[in-house]
Every structure is written in structure tokens, then in C-alpha cells.
């Protein structure tokens, strides 16, 4: 194979993927398998460790998350697009790495503190919670990556990562390199009222949502909150919407919507119609590829069976190496 680097990131199926997954992540995703050898796979065992008491959406999710990836553009000729509860040596290295991870490590780990303390309607007191960066850092290391690209709330866990990665080769020999965070320019999202895009606050557009619907949730997007009539002057630093059009407008549309906006002549209600414009340009193809997957019975399943067999593959070289230098 001519692509020298090699890369893996995974998502957990919890829901449809918006704006901001696009523009935050996916969107690198889909450069990089140009150029780099890359694993992506759905994180159906990391949905499980918070959402365990009730896991009745899952498999919807998953073949969700897959047409929402296919739709975005990820080729399942130029990368694999697996499962991971398909390919049980995640599980194994996962219980190798437990081995060598001090529990202080995960305790102190600041997404488990946060969402111990935020998320009020799960129990997240489960090993399996606790554990989720053991599991990540199986997830990353098998695929022996120099990179992973995430979002920056991810940070903590690939910090936990480079550690696992060092005490493992630090006991046991030279096995796993130390991957790097690989993020996106920072891509500015709001939510539709103002607030990060989540699918919690239900404020997103979503990349499978119908024009329909979409024209509805503009209308009652925020812009700048202090322009109360088009005959006020607006400030697209402070505009919700504006984000938007450095995301999908052109350079010379983005200037003078500035200059419009700025002297009172633009109003948002014409502002947000080149949006919509803009929006429907670039979600069209997205639709489309999603249409063809619906249109074949199976799809899905045959993607997800041919990357399982590829990452399996791989995942088997780097359980024998790791199995030997831990004296199994
Ligand atoms: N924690 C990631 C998220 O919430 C999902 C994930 C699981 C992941 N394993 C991974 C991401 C390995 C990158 C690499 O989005």
C-alpha cells in the first residue's frame, strides 16, 4: 500500500450526526483517507458503558451512523468502516491494557469527573464507565496509529492513551507508538439557539434532516441578538448565523454579507436565505449518497462485513505481538 501513515478514530452510535460532527470531525475524516491508511469504526461498546440499562436504539444507531459517515463522503474503498464489537481483540487488549493502568489514572481523568457529576439520569458508577479510556486506548493502540483525529473534548483520553501506550512499553519492549490528537481547525458551530450544537439541547441541524424541515429550524435560528430591526446595524462577530457562512459561503458572498449586515442593508431574513442557499448546495450530495445506501437493500451490513475482515486482520498481527511480549 502506498499510504505510509496509518490513522483510527471511532464514534459512539447514540444519535444522528449534525452540523457540528461534520464540520468538528467527520470532515477530516473524509480528507484523510486520501492520503493515509485509515480505521474507522462505530463504538458500540462505548455506547454501552452509559447506556447499558437500556440498549433498545443501538442497532438502529449503528447502521444510522454508517449511512451518516457514507453520506458525508468516507468511501468504504479508500478506508474500512467497521464495527468495534465485531472485532473481539479490542476486547482483549482492553482487559491487557486494565493490567497496567492505575485506577488513580481513570479517577482522575476530568471527562469522568465531569460527567459523573453532570449527567444526573444514568447511573455512570459502572466499571464499564470507569474503564471507557482503557477500552479507547485498545481501541487506538491495535491499529499502532501516529495519529487519531478527534474533537478537542477528546483530549484527556488521548492523553491516557500515550500513557497506557508508555508503561506498556516501558514493561513489556518497544511496541506501540504514542498517536497524536489530529484536530480540526477550530470550525465554529453554534447551535441553532445559540448554544454549543448538541443533540441534548435539541438546538442542531442534522445531516439527514429534509430541506423542509431545515427551512423551518432557520427561521427561528438566532443571529445577532442585539439587532432588533433590519435598520439596526449588525455584528456578524457576534452573529449566531455567521459561523455559518465562513463554513459554507465563498470568500467574496462572506464579505459582502459583512458589508451588508454592517450597514443596515442586509437583514437577517435575506441573510438566512443565502444560508439556506448554501446549506442545501452542500447537504445535496451528502443526501444523495445516503439515498443510493437506502436504495440497496444490505448495504450496510456488506460495508460493515468487509472492514470488520480487514481490521480483524489487523487487529490479530497486533495481538500476537502484544500476547508474546506479556509473557502469554
Ligand atoms: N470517545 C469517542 C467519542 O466519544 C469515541 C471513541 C471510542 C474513539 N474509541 C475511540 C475515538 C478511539 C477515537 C479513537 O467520540
Redesign the pocket.
Known amino acids: 500500500m502506498s499510504k505510509e501513515l496509518r490513522t ?5 452510535p447514540t444519535g444522528p450526526l449534525h452540523l457540528g460532527h461534520y464540520f468538528g470531525v467527520l470532515k477530516n475524516w473524509v480528507e484523510l483517507q486520501d492520503r493515509e491508511e485509515a480505521y474507522f469504526f462505530v ?1 458500540d461498546w ?1 455506547a454501552l458503558t452509559s447506556d447499558y440499562a437500556d440498549p433498545s436504539r443501538i442497532r438502529h444507531n449503528i447502521a444510522e451512523m454508517v449511512k451518516d459517515w457514507v453520506g458525508a463522503g468516507l468511501d468504504p474503498e479508500k478506508c474500512v468502516i467497521f464495527r468495534q464489537s465485531a472485532v473481539k481483540e479490542h476486547g482483549e487488549l482492553s482487559l491487557l491494557l486494565s493490567m497496567i493502568t492505575p485506577v488513580s489514572w481513570l479517577e482522575r481523568n476530568p471527562t469522568y469527573k465531569e460527567q459523573q457529576q453532570q449527567i444526573s439520569n444514568k447511573d455512570l458508577g459502572n466499571a464499564g464507565f470507569l474503564c471507557y479510556p482503557v ?2 486506548a485498545a ?2 493502540l491495535m491499529y499502532r496509529p501516529h495519529g ?1 483525529p ?2 478537542e473534548d ?1 483530549l484527556p ?1 488521548m492523553e491516557l492513551t500515550r500513557e497506557i501506550a508508555r508503561r506498556f512499553n516501558y514493561f513489556y519492549g518497544d511496541l506501540f507508538p504514542e498517536p497524536q490528537a489530529m484536530l480540526t481547525p477550530a470550525a465554529k458551530c453554534p447551535g441553532l439557539d445559540g448554544r454549543k450544537m448538541s443533540k441534548s439541547y435539541n438546538n442542531g441541524i442534522f445531516l439527514s434532516d429534509d430541506f423542509a424541515g431545515i427551512q423551518e429550524k432557520v427561521r427561528g435560528m438566532f443571529t445577532d441578538k442585539a439587532r432588533l430591526r433590519k435598520s439596526d446595524p449588525g455584528n456578524p462577530d457576534v452573529c449566531n448565523l455567521f459561523p455559518y457562512h465562513v463554513l459554507l459561503s465563498s470568500p467574496e458572498e462572506q464579505a459582502e454579507i459583512r458589508r451588508g449586515c454592517t450597514s443596515a442593508q442586509l437583514g437577517c431574513v435575506d441573510c438566512k436565505k443565502i444560508f439556506l442557499k448554501n446549506l442545501e448546495a452542500f447537504l445535496t450530495p451528502l443526501h444523495e449518497r445516503r439515498a443510493a445506501l437506502d436504495a440497496r437493500p444490505g448495504a450496510v451490513e456488506e460495508i460493515l462485513a468487509a472492514g470488520n475482515e480487514k481490521a480483524r486482520a489487523f487487529a490479530m498481527s497486533t495481538m500476537a505481538l502484544a500476547r508474546e511480549k506479556m509473557g502469554l
Open positions: 483510527v478514530s471511532g464514534m459512539r463504538a462505548h477500552l479507547m481501541d487506538i487519531v478527534v474533537g477528546q483520553h
